[in-house]
């Protein structure tokens, strides 16, 4: 049988284990060939292909629910339920998402982006299968850097207090998240790694005893005698799982078919949860990604000869990011006070390059945007600068924290969000959409984004410096707008204060952030039909400029507020809420994203479909204008 046959993960029932090595075979190269090709996770999916292959053996998929932690692991589980055919799409626009999706395939049983959560959600199914009634199989497939995350933790404890209640937690353990792994947590599995594999009391042990002379005797206390020998069987580190609850199996070759099919039979035959660790390796079958496991974790396009990435038409200008860990070095470097908090996106935060030049001030908690959060308020306490370099749509996940440890007791610690706004082929899981909606309704909140790289350069020490409270900075991914660089002397902003950049009276544009320069080319277009703009650099969302806005606003009477992130809630909401509480009643359209999940696509595709391209902004100004009433003259 050929991988693209397969339409049906139960077509791999009665496959040989020279059939399944076939197949392994073939998803390898499918997986290498598309990633190549179109971008996307490398080492994860290669990683598990043997026990996606085994543990879809041992189930029956139309009944049986599997949910893979994160999703970005699942390269194979989409080959094999049916996506073959359209696998050359991945995470294109209208294409296979790159993560797992309930819209796109009955077999995705739970969608998701972020870490930790496969646990809770399929002990939430299994629970509701007994409620019911029913009879099928739960199981979760979480990697070794998801059980950092407290989420997997707490969903372990509940798991472990419910003898009854028949699910799988699959361990997928590779030593990795993104990065190496950190923490307790991590030296622990390693352990675990290197311990012998259990041995499991066989099924007629209770017979075999009976035969002793003494059989009949022990037979009352045969449980308790049992648990005892099975304890004993158990290596030392494994037995913390079984002191949680589990029924703990391991650790198993993930590479060797036969191991895996065993113990997924022996698993599914115990009632209450059980943990199968499997010892995996990233990248597996492709070289160059098993022996740089940080860098092939996701590529862009590369040459599979070469392992090297494609060159663009053009060389690019310095990444935000990159600007961010390179400028935050030189501060650090003179400010001992200064530490970066990272929770495991060491590289893509570009804080890999603090940890390389002062391993000192860098801080990585692993998957635990809630304790990093808390972590940094504990530090602002004792005079520390914490700098808490967290994706947009990570922070989220520390929100309460937020909230509770740093805004009510007005700690000054500095938030920097990557990955604001519009990022592309990874769909709505990832998308920076609702960072400025979900802090500026917080107190004590200072709201920061840079119009270009070099502001980026000033805001990060403007909050640095800013010591009154918690001050947060968003800033896009990908490359900056080429704008020249300082090395050093770069000076602090005043709170709150915006910038004019040009001055029209026909329209006021208010942007934050990214559209500044968007809002300056849509300027530029509108002056060649003879509409003269106002351009604000709003470069707060919090507190706003308002006594440079408000009469700004009266004076030209037509508001655009042009901002990258969700409408409700947003900078323009920001600006409209100003407005009123000043009386200043003049129409005010808003450009952003609507209320609705941006997908998987090109950010440029995301914002054209949005009507986020200075040209269609340039439409929009000139149809409202076309609108605008024309003034009254009282003689």
Known sequence: MHLSEIVHPNQLHGLSISELKQIANQIREKHLDTVATSGGHLGPGLGVVELTLALYQTLDLDQ???????????????????????????????????????????????????????????????????????????????????????????????????????????????????????????????????????????????????????????????????????????????????????TYMGPVDGHSLEELLATFKEAHLHEGPVLVHVATTKGKGYAIAEQDQVGYHAQSPFNLETGKAKPSNKPKPPNYSKVFAETLIKIAENDIRVVGITAAMATGTGLDKLQAKLPKQYIDVGIAEQHAVTLAAGMACEGMRPVVTIYSTFLQRGYDQIIHDVCIQNLPVFFCLDRAGIVGADGPTHQGMYDIAYLRCLPNMVMMAPKDEAELQQMLVTGINYTDGPISMRYPRGSGLGVGLMEEGWEPLPIGKAETLRHGDDVLLLAYGTMVNLASQAADMLTEHGIRATVVNARFAKPLDTELIIPLAQKIGQVVTLEEGCLPGGFGSAVLEALMDHQVMVPVTRIGVPDLLVEHATPDQSKSALGLTPAQVAERVLGLLKQKPAPSYVS
Do not use: C
């Open 64 to 246: 049986d629910k599997v949910v893979w932690d994160v999703g970005h692991q699942a390269y194979p589980h989409k080959l094999i339920t049916g996506r073959y055919d359209r696998f050359h799409t991945l995470r294109q626009k209208d294409g296979v998402a790159g993560y797992l999706n309930r819209r796109e395939s009955k077999f995705d049983h739970f969608g998701a982006g972020h870490a930790s959560t496969s646990i809770s959600s399929v002990l939430g199914m299994a629970l509701a299968r007994d409620a019911k009634g029913e009879n099928f199989k739960t199981v979760a497939v979480i990697g070794d850097g998801a059980m950092t995350g407290g989420m997997a933790l707490e969903a372990i404890n509940h798991a472990g207090h419910l003898p009854h209640t028949r699910m799988i937690v699959v361990l997928n353990d590779n030593d990795m998240s993104i990065s190496p792994n950190v923490g307790a947590m991590s030296r622990y599995l390693n352990k675990m790694r290197l311990s012998p594999p259990i041995q499991f009391l066989s099924d007629n042990f209770e017979e075999q005893l009976k035969q002793l002379p003494f059989g009949e005797q022990v037979a009352p206390d045969l449980k308790r005698l049992k648990g005892g020998m099975k304890r004993l069987a158990v290596s030392k580190v494994g037995a913390v799982f079984e002191e949680l609850g589990f």
